[in-house]
């Protein structure tokens, strides 16, 4: 609850910067909700403490962006996201609930005439926090990473005037979990989201 707590605040936030933004320099400023699916993997460099997805279905991705254009071409595109991933730690085929909340700002490139208005490349980097971990109704999240650093690159296309149709491959720097002999593991990820542009369907 407190990581949905955050997400809330944030976009209230961002809201609140957006008006004054839009008023000061029209269609210089944007917000919205983020919804999709994150499919992900997990990289191993060790045996004996791996970890493997429970399944191949996309866990439910929700959050809220802001975005802010400098030309008509270039921007910086932020946003916050609430999702969980289930896994299995493959020893013991223990299964292991995690619920994130990542933040990544990232530089976005529009090859439309204008911006917002058609393909575009996006790119940057994320934070990404673990708000809890449970494995069968135990609290196993000090066995993680809590904070973990990732890099993000992907595309995507102004659908309708108000809907953008985004997908963004992540690779984790750092890892989620670790051993003091330099075994780790890692997430890959693959966010397909739509995002809904509130400002431009409320001013």
Do not use: C
């Amino acid at each position: 609850m407190k990581s949905l707590l955050y997400i809330f605040l944030f976009f209230a936030f961002t809201v609140g910067i957006a008006q004054e933004a839009i008023i000061e320099k029209p269609n210089q400023f944007s917000y919205g909700i983020v919804m999709g699916g994150n499919f992900y993997n997990i990289a191993n460099n060790n045996t004996d403490n791996a970890y493997i997805p429970e399944d191949i279905s996309p866990s439910f991705v929700i959050g809220v962006y802001g975005e802010y254009n400098f030309t008509k071409n270039m921007g910086v595109k932020i946003d916050a996201i609430y999702y969980n991933k289930d896994f299995l730690f493959d020893i013991k085929s223990k299964l292991i609930t995690m619920n994130f909340v990542d933040f990544s700002a990232n530089f976005k490139y529009d090859f439309g005439e204008t911006y917002r208005d058609g393909f575009y490349l996006i790119g940057g980097p994320k934070i990404s926090v673990i708000a809890d971990a449970d494995s069968e109704n135990e609290d196993v999240k000090h066995h993680f990473e809590t904070l973990n650093l990732g890099a993000q690159l992907g595309f995507g296309w102004r659908i309708y005037k108000y809907f953008d149709l985004q997908t963004k491959l992540e690779y984790e720097v750092t890892p989620f979990f670790k051993l003091d002999n330099g075994d780790n593991s890692k997430f890959f990820n693959a966010i397909i989201t739509l995002n809904v542009d509130i400002a431009k369907m409320i001013k």
